[in-house]
């Protein structure tokens, strides 16, 4: 499927704890998780996020087809592509707009065969061989890191800044950074050729999760 350069500007990732530990100001009631999620994640597109992948990694799956579903009422009502991590049939049961998976055989090609060609795929790599393989096996975008290390994956080794230049060079789809990326460093990849930025902690780990969004898009559309 081709993916505008656009949905991929600023590319929210959930993450479970976060979410689950976020602290509501001006409320002393519990709050589902439910409502967690979906106030979370509306408050993220307010900010100025352009796609959002949900990323649940101990849910079993039929409780990760709810939670996408539950995500996809708020991502539907404002146009925002919902893509599901790993797992190409929650994708397929939700109703979601596609999946992201890593560099595993064939993972790319199995996830096409269960979506077919109107679903987005995007992939991981880590340098120019594993982007140019993701590429012929049909992914429509890639995340490429980690850009500056990462909170969430402790044995991410941060990438050479030239490499993000020779991948979005070789291949013709969409290219984000990925990995440790804040407003502060955003800069620091300007002129490599990428559509734009995924980020975890610099916009679900912060306490004002709209502001964090606005202005990581404020930078992303400067810097970029």
């Known amino acids: 499927m081709i993916i505008k350069k656009e949905e991929l500007r600023l590319y929210g990732i959930t993450d479970r704890k976060m979410f689950l530990e976020h602290q509501f100001s001006g409320t002393d009631h519990p709050m589902s998780e439910t409502d967690k999620y979906q106030i979370l994640v509306e408050q993220a597109i307010l900010g100025g996020i352009t796609m959002l992948q949900l990323r649940e990694k101990d849910l079993p799956q039929e409780a990760y087809v709810e939670r996408a579903g ?45 979506l077919g060609e109107n679903r987005i795929i995007g992939a991981t790599a880590h340098n120019l061989e594993e982007a140019r393989r993701a590429y012929e096996q049909g992914a429509d975008y890639l995340g490429v890191g980690a850009a500056f290390g990462s909170v969430t994956k402790k044995d991410a080794k941060p990438i050479d800044r030239e490499t993000y230049r020779s991948i979005c060079e070789s291949v013709p789809i969409p290219v984000v950074a990925i990995g440790g990326i804040t407003a502060d460093n955003i800069g620091e990849l300007s002129g490599r050729g990428l559509s734009g930025i995924a980020v975890i902690g610099a916009l679900f780990g912060t306490e004002n999760i709209k502001e964090g969004a606005r202005m990581l898009r404020a930078e992303v559309e400067k810097r970029l």
């Open 70 to 114: 539950q995500v996809l009422e708020v991502t539907k009502r404002y146009r925002i592509p919902l893509i599901i991590n790993d797992d190409p049939m929650v994708a397929l049961l939700s109703g979601a707009d596609g999946v992201h998976v890593g560099q595993e055989d064939e993972t790319i090609r199995n996830a096409r065969e269960i």
